[in-house]
Structures are given as structure tokens and as C-alpha cells.
């Protein structure tokens, strides 16, 4: 370990003294082991977000900016790792944790291992590690996102030992956190994005180029980012069946949204008229019956993209009909020209667009009642009769045993 | 008037059985059809879950419409063979008489008449439900087969026909099932419980009632009419069953051709999620915080000497942001902390003894 001369200077002042106040040492050592223990006890009994800030055991930030302000400061893990240790103040107090946070948060709520100077060593072998083993102190006091985490695809990664995957403070921010609550704060949604870019970045990549990234860009605020459809904390496995599954709904939220869509005159029937037809009505049956299983029956981001969505006008549109035998073809592959034209394209069907289908439709919206109501009208007269005739076939008396009818 | 039978023999096993097949084909394709039709319903999905998914539900749809299609081809080479090699008469053809019928029929019901129409081998109720039959299996399976491989059918009709295909296959299914609710169910489970689709006998009270002048044929001796004499019989089976085999064994090829072609019905698995993370660098340690801009001005390395007493603040000054001395280097606190005797000095007395050093105050 790699120690600087501020530390060593402040041992040497402490072994100065050790030599001329040995007895009172001795007491304060004592004094201080209890602090130590007491402040253990209380880092795991007391909630550590607790306010009030005269409390030894909880120096104020000052107290530890004494030492870790002071620039170049750094260390050598186990792991040959050099971690620079050097906090700007100015960053601190900028962030969600800072001077404008609801709550004052001090640096020791975080490192709540660090009890006292000197510090105990690293405790791991590497940076990585710890900061993960880190993030779970974020639970403390966010409980409910700690809580939702631990099914995200990126906590089962960590499990599973990929240990790239990403924990609280790489979306967050260390030191440096801000805020994500678009409700509670300003937020910026493209720098949301761009968390999630550190390690996606071909998909942000995608998604800047689509009209959702660039309606984002803008500044438009009823775009999705990321974390719309792939919610925060949770972010479900998005390969997974069930999110295949549930995605059309995540995409009729917006889309089947009259108000919002009004703004932007995009059709609202987009969603029910993809229930109503083949891959819809599927997904939708796969959902109710066997949420479970994977089905290659197509759901939105099939045709449209997840990432890349680009505007059905646009000439590079996968949904484009110069485009559209390739896209049916990923799962059709012998689907040609014609075949294309079997999708209504989220169209109800109309004279004007699809005279052969509004055709036949007519024929039994026409066919059906007719038939329905002639078979209703010959068997409730049919019934009237056989009644009335059996009425009279017993009030006649059972001697007679044909012809009971009216025949004459 | 002579002792009459109380039972006639309505129908042969050949009809009894095939009844039976349609029966069940029709019965399993309405359930296992309807269900998706009304995916949103709770009882369908109830169903569907029964019959063990969505996929399951549509194998067994497959497999009752195969039924049913190798039995209507049975069907059309037996009606072929009554007709051309027995002779037998058309007597299930619609006719004028048959709208007449209805008519009186309806008069007689409502007591406009006091004669119910004399009806024959088949009355307009039966004419009109056979017809129903033909017709909507026709549609059907014509209309079934386009759904269940689009892309065979768009190569020789254009795309429009596969949803109109679904609106045709969907609301017939409706046409038919409600049909047979109430035409069928009232005329042979209702109004009479006719259980000669599968004893084969009918009442005579039955036949006099629907049937009078079948049932005057039969006792008069003339129905079923004569079977043409044997060798005329021989010499049009000859010609008819090799055609009829020859026909039906293509349609059964096509049938199987139609229901086995792979490469257009099978879609192939999406292709595999590219890999997410791709970092835009690779991960490490956090960034160093940058220097101030008077780093340099600041000595690295700060030699130390012997402190002479009391202790100088030696490690930086007593500036603005550390004013309150006791607040790192109380007696009861960590940082260098000062004696115990110390507890009771007043806060802002520690300089008196405790001269900062001059070069780093000046920080």
C-alpha cells in the first residue's frame, strides 16, 4: 500500500506522542476501541441516514476532506490497482448527496466500514469487488430500489459471476450522484441514456438514431429512454420469454394512449388491431395461459426494432413496404411480394383500402342476422305449434294413437 | 288401414357413420376454433389452458380439419357412387317445392293453414341444413387452409386474401355454430329426440309427421325405387371406381401435400439477441479527481522536523472550513486527537498554544 506523506506525517505525529503520554494513550486507546465498537453496533442497529450531526462516530464530511481533498492522493490494491482516494469537494456538494439533498448524507453513511484513523486495510482484491460489496450500502437507505435490483438481469450477471454487470454506482454515479427521479427533479433524460451506453453502447448507439432517441434529444419529455421500457430497478432479462411477451403491452402504454398520441397524429389502433390479428391474438393467449413460454410469433420490436425504431415513412423504415418482404422474411423465409400484403399494416379494413376483406365482412354482416333471424322465426312458430298440438293431443285422450295431428 | 311397422329404416351404417365423424370433427373444430376467435374470453383461455396451450389447441384444430376434409372427399366419391352406379334419386336437390313448404309450413305454425305441407325423403329443415353443411365446409377449408399456409397461398393469390381468408373462416365458424344450435339442436334433440343418425330406425309417427310422402311410398311398396339390374350395376362400377379412385387419390395427395409443405409454413427462430454489453470503455478504476490548478504550487513533499512544544498545526491551517479545531482533534475524537486534559479548553483557544506553522497557514 501506497502511502502518502500526509498519512505518514500524521503517524509520526501520533508515535511522537505515544512515547510521552503513554498512560494517556493507553486510555484513550481503550476509549477509542469502545467508540469503535459502539459505532459498529450502531452502523448496523441504527439506521445510518440518521440525522443530528454532533456524533463522534459520524465525522462530518469536513473531517474526512481533510485528508482525502488533498490531491494525488491514492493507493495500491492488493490487485496492483491504483485508486486514486482525492474527493472534490465541489462534485460532493454538487451531487443528489450533497448540499441539496433532503437528508444530510455524510461520507461515513457510505464507507460505514471506515471507523476511525488510521483505516483499516482494503478488504478486497480489487476494485471491482469491493464496489460491489459496496452497493449494497445503497440499500440502506434507497430499500425499495435495493429491493427491486435484486431480480434485474444485472444482479442474477453479478451472481452468476460476471462481475461486469452493472451495480448501483455505475448508472448512479459515485460521488458524483444525481438524481433520476424525472418527477421529484429536472432530469436530464439523454444523460439517462447515456448511463445505460456506458456498457450498451451499439444500442445507444441505435437508439439515438431512432425516432425515439431523437425526439429525446430535442428534449421532447414523452419519448421512452431506456428505462421506460427496460424499468429501473427491476430491468427484467429482456430475452427472457415473459418480457417477449409483455413487450406489445409496454408499447401499447404510449401508443394506445389517445391523448398522447393525438399530439403526434400517430394511430391509436395500432395495438388492438395487432391483438386482433394472428401474432397478436397469440402473444396475447401465450401471456394468459403460459406466460412462461417462449413463442416466435412476432411482438412489435420484431418488425418495427427495440432499438433502432425508425418512423414507418422513413425510407430506411424496416416497416417501410419497399422493406417489408425482408422483415417478413427473418421468420418467413419464403414469404414473397404478395405475402406482404396480407398485413393490413395496423389499418382497419376499409372499402377504400381492403374492398376484398370489407367485402366479405359485409356479406356475413348481412348473411348472418338474416339467417338468424329466419331460423328464429320458423323454430319459435314450429315451437308455438308442436306445444299447442301436444296440448291437444292429450286434452283428445290417449285412446287415439294416430293421427293427432290436424291432418283432415 | 294394415298393421303398420312402428320403425322404419331410415338410415344405413355407412351414413350413420360418417355423421358420426362430422359429428365429432365439427363439434372439436367449433371448440377448438371459437376459443381463438375470442382469445380475450376468459372460458377460452380456461379451454385453452386445458387443452394444453395455444399450440396444442391448434394441432388438435389441424387434426379434425384433416378429418373432416378426408371425409367430405369420402363423402362426394359415396354420393357419386349412389348417383351414378345405384341410381339412387337426387332426393336431396332443392326444389321449388321446398320454398313452398316453407311457406305453408309457417302458415300451418302460426294457424294461417290447417295442412302441414306433405314432405318427402328430405324435408326443406334437413335440404337446408345438408346445404349449410357443404357450403360452409367448402368455406372453411378453403378458407382454413390460407391461414394455415399464407405463404403457399400468396404465391398464387394476392395478399388480401389471407384476411379476408380470417374474416371468412371466423364469422362462417359463427354462422355455422349458431346454426346448429338452433336449427339442428330444435329439429332433432328439441322438437324430436331423432335418434336415427345413429340407430338407423325412425318412429312412423315421426315419418308421418315429417316425411308423409316418403313413408305413403314405402307402404305402398315403391320407395326405395328398384336398384338397376346387376350387370348394368357391374358395367357402371367398372367405369366410375377406377376414375373415382384415380380423383380421390390425387385429392388425397394434394390434401397430404397442402398439409405437410414445410418450407412455407414453418417460420424460422428469430435471429440469436446480439451480445448487450458492449462497453464504450473497457471498465477500471474511477478517474482520478483532477489536480487544482495550484497543485504545483503546493510542495509534494512536506519534510518533517521535530515538533517543539506544544505541538505545532503543522498539517494545514487553521482556515476558514477548519476554524473548529475539536472538531477532528478533540479529546474524544480520531484524527491526532488531544489529550484527555485537553477535554475542557475552550474552542477557539487552541492557536494560543498551538501556533500554526507559518508556511502552511499561509495555504
Given at each position: 500500500?501506497?502511502?502518502?506523506?500526509?498519512?505518514?506525517?500524521?503517524?509520526?505525529?501520533?508515535?511522537?506522542?505515544?512515547?510521552?503520554?503513554t498512560?494517556?494513550?493507553?486510555?484513550?486507546?481503550?476509549?477509542?476501541?469502545?467508540?469503535?465498537?459502539?459505532?459498529?453496533?450502531?452502523?448496523?442497529?441504527?439506521?445510518?441516514?440518521?440525522?443530528?450531526s454532533?456524533?463522534?462516530?459520524?465525522?462530518?464530511n469536513?473531517?474526512?476532506?481533510?485528508?482525502h481533498?488533498?490531491?494525488?492522493?491514492?493507493?495500491?490494491?492488493?490487485?496492483?490497482?491504483?485508486?486514486?482516494?482525492?474527493i472534490?469537494?465541489d462534485?460532493?456538494?454538487?451531487?443528489?448527496?450533497?448540499?441539496?439533498a433532503?437528508?444530510?448524507?455524510?461520507?461515513?453513511?457510505?464507507?460505514?466500514d471506515?471507523?476511525?484513523y488510521?483505516?483499516?486495510?482494503?478488504?478486497?482484491?480489487?476494485?471491482?469487488?469491493w464496489?460491489?460489496?459496496?452497493?449494497?450500502?445503497?440499500?440502506?437507505c434507497?430499500?425499495?430500489?435495493?429491493?427491486?435490483?435484486?431480480?434485474?438481469?444485472?444482479a442474477?450477471?453479478?451472481?452468476?459471476?460476471?462481475f461486469?454487470?452493472?451495480?448501483?454506482?455505475?448508472?448512479?454515479?459515485?460521488?458524483?450522484v444525481?438524481?433520476?427521479?424525472?418527477e421529484?427533479?429536472?432530469?436530464d433524460?439523454?444523460?439517462m441514456?447515456?448511463?445505460?451506453?456506458?456498457?450498451?453502447?451499439?444500442?445507444?448507439?441505435?437508439?439515438?438514431?431512432?425516432?425515439?432517441?431523437?425526439?429525446?434529444?430535442?428534449?421532447?419529455?414523452?419519448?421512452?429512454?431506456?428505462?421506460?421500457?427496460?424499468?429501473?430497478?427491476?430491468?427484467p432479462?429482456?430475452?427472457?420469454?415473459?418480457?417477449?411477451?409483455?413487450?406489445?403491452?409496454m408499447?401499447?402504454?404510449?401508443h394506445?394512449d389517445?391523448?398522447?398520441m393525438?399530439?403526434?397524429?400517430?394511430?391509436?389502433?395500432?395495438?388492438?388491431?395487432?391483438?386482433?390479428?394472428?401474432?397478436?391474438?397469440?402473444?396475447?393467449?401465450?401471456?394468459?395461459?403460459?406466460?412462461?413460454?417462449?413463442?416466435?410469433?412476432?411482438?412489435?420490436?420484431?418488425?418495427?426494432?427495440?432499438?433502432?425504431?425508425?418512423?414507418?415513412?422513413?425510407?430506411?423504415?424496416?416497416?417501410?413496404?419497399?422493406?417489408?418482404?425482408?422483415?417478413?422474411?427473418?421468420?418467413?423465409?419464403?414469404?414473397n411480394?404478395?405475402?406482404?400484403?396480407?398485413?393490413?399494416?395496423h389499418?382497419?379494413?376499409?372499402?377504400?383500402?381492403y374492398?376484398?376483406?370489407?367485402?366479405?365482412?359485409w356479406?356475413?354482416?348481412?348473411?348472418?342476422?338474416?339467417?338468424?333471424?329466419?331460423?328464429?322465426?320458423?323454430v319459435?312458430?314450429?315451437?308455438?305449434r308442436?306445444?299447442?298440438?301436444r296440448?291437444?293431443?292429450?286434452?283428445v285422450?290417449?285412446?287415439q294413437?294416430?293421427?293427432?295431428?290436424?291432418?283432415? | 288401414?294394415?298393421?303398420?311397422?312402428?320403425?322404419?329404416?331410415?338410415?344405413?351404417?355407412?351414413?350413420?357413420?360418417?355423421?358420426?365423424?362430422l359429428?365429432?370433427?365439427?363439434?372439436?373444430?367449433?371448440i377448438?376454433?371459437?376459443?381463438?376467435?375470442?382469445?380475450?374470453?376468459g372460458?377460452?383461455l380456461?379451454?385453452?389452458?386445458?387443452?394444453?396451450?395455444i399450440?396444442?389447441?391448434?394441432?388438435?384444430?389441424?387434426?379434425?380439419?384433416?378429418?373432416?376434409?378426408?371425409?367430405?372427399?369420402?363423402?362426394?366419391?359415396?354420393?357419386g357412387?349412389?348417383?351414378?352406379?345405384?341410381?339412387r334419386?337426387?332426393?336431396m336437390?332443392p326444389?321449388?317445392?321446398?320454398?313452398?313448404?316453407?311457406?305453408?309450413?309457417?302458415?300451418?305454425?302460426?294457424?294461417?293453414?290447417?295442412?302441414?305441407?306433405?314432405?318427402?325423403?328430405?324435408?326443406?329443415g334437413?335440404?337446408?341444413?345438408?346445404?349449410?353443411?357443404?357450403?360452409?365446409?367448402?368455406?372453411?377449408?378453403?378458407?382454413?387452409?390460407?391461414?394455415?399456409?399464407?405463404?403457399l397461398?400468396?404465391?398464387?393469390?394476392?395478399?388480401?386474401?389471407?384476411?379476408?381468408?380470417?374474416?371468412?373462416?371466423?364469422?362462417?365458424?359463427?354462422?355455422?355454430?349458431?346454426?346448429?344450435?338452433?336449427?339442428?339442436?330444435?329439429?332433432?334433440?328439441v322438437?324430436?329426440?331423432?335418434?336415427?343418425?345413429?340407430?338407423?330406425?325412425?318412429?312412423?309417427e315421426?315419418?308421418?309427421?315429417?316425411?308423409?310422402?316418403?313413408?305413403?311410398k314405402?307402404?305402398?311398396?315403391?320407395?326405395?325405387?328398384?336398384?338397376?339390374?346387376?350387370?348394368?350395376?357391374w358395367?357402371?362400377?367398372?367405369?366410375?371406381?377406377?376414375?373415382?379412385?384415380?380423383?380421390?387419390?390425387?385429392?388425397?395427395i394434394?390434401?397430404?401435400?397442402?398439409?405437410?409443405?414445410?418450407?412455407?409454413?414453418?417460420?424460422?427462430p428469430?435471429?440469436?439477441?446480439?451480445?448487450?454489453?458492449?462497453?464504450?470503455?473497457?471498465?477500471?478504476?474511477?478517474?482520478?479527481?483532477?489536480?487544482?490548478?495550484?497543485a504545483?504550487?503546493?510542495?509534494?513533499?512536506?519534510?518533517?522536523?521535530?515538533?517543539?512544544?506544544?505541538?505545532?498545526v503543522?498539517?494545514?491551517?487553521?482556515?476558514?472550513?477548519?476554524?473548529?479545531?475539536?472538531?477532528?482533534?478533540?479529546?474524544?475524537?480520531?484524527?491526532?486527537?488531544?489529550?484527555?486534559?485537553?477535554?475542557?479548553?475552550?474552542?477557539?483557544?487552541?492557536?494560543?498554544?498551538?501556533?500554526?506553522?507559518?508556511?502552511?497557514?499561509?495555504?
Open positions: 500500500m501506497m502511502i502518502k506523506d500526509q498519512r505518514l506525517m500524521i503517524k509520526a505525529l501520533a508515535k511522537e506522542r505515544d512515547g510521552r503520554f498512560l494517556i494513550i493507553n486510555h484513550q486507546s481503550l476509549l477509542l476501541a469502545l467508540l469503535l465498537a459502539v459505532g459498529l453496533m450502531a452502523a448496523i442497529v441504527l439506521p445510518t441516514c440518521a440525522q443530528g454532533p456524533d463522534p462516530n459520524r465525522p462530518s469536513d473531517q474526512c476532506l481533510v485528508c481533498a488533498e490531491p494525488g492522493l491514492e493507493m495500491t490494491l492488493p490487485s496492483n490497482e491504483v485508486l486514486p482516494l482525492t472534490d469537494a462534485t460532493l456538494d454538487a451531487s443528489a448527496h450533497g448540499v441539496h433532503d437528508e444530510e448524507v455524510r461520507c461515513v453513511d457510505c464507507h460505514n471506515m471507523s476511525g488510521p483505516h483499516a486495510d482494503f478488504p478486497d482484491v480489487d476494485y471491482r469487488t464496489q460491489l460489496k459496496m452497493s449494497l450500502v445503497c440499500g440502506n434507497h430499500e425499495d430500489q435495493a429491493l427491486d435490483r435484486q431480480d434485474s438481469v444485472h442474477r450477471l453479478i451472481a452468476a459471476g460476471k461486469e454487470a452493472a451495480s448501483c454506482a455505475d448508472c448512479h454515479g459515485s460521488h458524483d444525481q438524481w433520476a427521479d424525472p421529484k427533479h429536472e432530469v433524460r439523454m444523460q441514456a447515456e448511463a445505460c451506453g456506458q456498457c450498451h453502447s451499439t444500442i445507444l448507439d441505435d437508439y439515438k438514431q431512432s425516432i425515439h432517441g431523437q425526439e429525446t434529444m430535442k428534449g421532447n419529455q414523452d419519448t421512452p429512454t431506456c428505462s421506460n421500457c427496460h424499468p429501473a430497478h427491476k430491468i432479462d429482456p430475452r427472457s420469454a415473459e418480457f417477449r411477451l409483455k413487450s406489445p403491452e408499447c401499447g402504454d404510449c394506445a389517445k391523448e398522447l393525438s399530439e403526434y397524429d400517430i394511430s391509436t389502433d395500432v395495438f388492438d388491431t395487432y391483438v386482433s390479428d394472428f401474432h397478436g391474438a397469440t402473444v396475447s393467449i401465450f401471456e394468459a395461459t403460459e406466460p412462461g413460454h417462449y413463442t416466435n410469433k412476432a411482438v412489435c420490436s420484431d418488425c418495427h426494432g427495440a432499438h433502432l425504431i425508425l418512423p414507418p415513412t422513413d425510407e430506411n423504415s424496416s416497416v417501410i413496404s419497399a422493406n417489408l418482404v425482408k422483415t417478413c422474411q427473418r421468420c418467413h423465409p419464403d414469404a411480394e404478395s405475402f406482404t400484403k396480407s398485413w393490413l399494416g389499418y382497419r379494413p376499409d372499402w377504400k383500402r374492398p376484398l376483406v370489407t367485402a366479405v365482412k356479406f356475413y354482416w348481412l348473411i348472418i342476422p338474416f339467417t338468424l333471424v329466419f331460423f328464429a322465426v320458423f319459435s312458430t314450429d315451437a308455438f308442436t306445444l299447442k298440438n296440448g291437444k293431443k292429450k286434452g285422450g290417449a285412446g294413437q294416430q293421427g293427432g295431428d290436424e291432418h283432415d | 288401414m294394415t298393421e303398420r311397422a312402428m320403425k322404419i329404416i331410415r338410415f344405413g351404417v355407412t351414413e350413420r357413420v360418417e355423421h358420426f365423424f359429428l365429432l370433427s365439427f363439434t372439436i373444430l367449433a377448438t376454433g371459437l376459443v381463438q376467435k375470442f382469445p380475450e374470453n372460458l377460452s380456461a379451454i385453452i389452458k386445458g387443452l394444453g396451450g399450440e396444442n389447441t391448434r394441432s388438435i384444430h389441424h387434426i379434425s380439419a384433416i378429418v373432416l376434409i378426408l371425409l367430405s372427399i369420402f363423402h362426394l366419391f359415396y354420393v357412387y349412389k348417383i351414378y352406379v345405384l341410381k334419386p337426387l332426393s336437390l326444389g321449388l317445392k321446398d320454398a313452398k313448404d316453407v311457406i305453408v309450413l309457417l302458415k300451418y305454425n302460426i294457424g294461417l293453414s290447417r295442412q302441414r305441407p306433405l314432405m318427402d325423403r328430405y324435408n326443406f334437413e335440404k337446408i341444413e345438408y346445404w349449410a353443411v357443404v357450403w360452409g365446409t367448402l368455406v372453411m377449408a378453403v378458407s382454413g387452409y390460407m391461414l394455415w399456409n399464407p405463404v397461398t400468396t404465391r398464387i393469390f394476392p395478399g388480401e386474401f389471407i384476411p379476408a381468408a380470417k374474416m371468412a373462416h371466423g364469422y362462417e365458424a359463427i354462422l355455422a355454430v349458431l346454426s346448429i344450435l338452433i336449427w339442428h339442436v330444435w329439429h332433432v334433440h322438437k324430436h329426440f331423432n335418434k336415427s343418425m345413429f340407430t338407423g330406425a325412425i318412429d312412423v315421426e315419418m308421418e309427421e315429417e316425411h308423409p310422402l316418403e313413408l305413403e314405402i307402404e305402398q311398396g315403391v320407395w326405395p325405387p328398384p336398384l338397376p339390374p346387376g350387370q348394368e350395376r358395367r357402371r362400377a367398372v367405369l366410375y371406381l377406377p376414375l373415382a379412385g384415380l380423383l380421390a387419390i390425387l385429392m388425397l394434394s390434401t397430404y401435400y397442402i398439409f405437410t409443405e414445410q418450407t412455407a409454413i414453418t417460420t424460422v428469430p435471429a440469436p439477441v446480439e451480445e448487450a454489453y458492449k462497453p464504450a470503455q473497457p471498465p477500471g478504476l474511477p478517474t482520478a479527481t483532477p489536480a487544482p490548478e495550484m504545483e504550487e503546493i510542495p509534494k513533499h512536506v519534510v518533517w522536523e521535530a515538533p517543539p512544544q506544544p505541538m505545532p503543522q498539517s494545514h491551517a487553521a482556515d476558514e472550513a477548519r476554524a473548529d479545531c475539536q472538531a477532528c482533534h478533540g479529546s474524544f475524537t480520531y484524527i491526532s486527537p488531544a489529550p484527555l486534559d485537553h477535554a475542557e479548553y475552550e474552542d477557539d483557544g487552541c492557536t494560543e498554544c498551538h501556533a500554526a506553522a507559518k508556511e502552511v497557514s499561509q495555504r
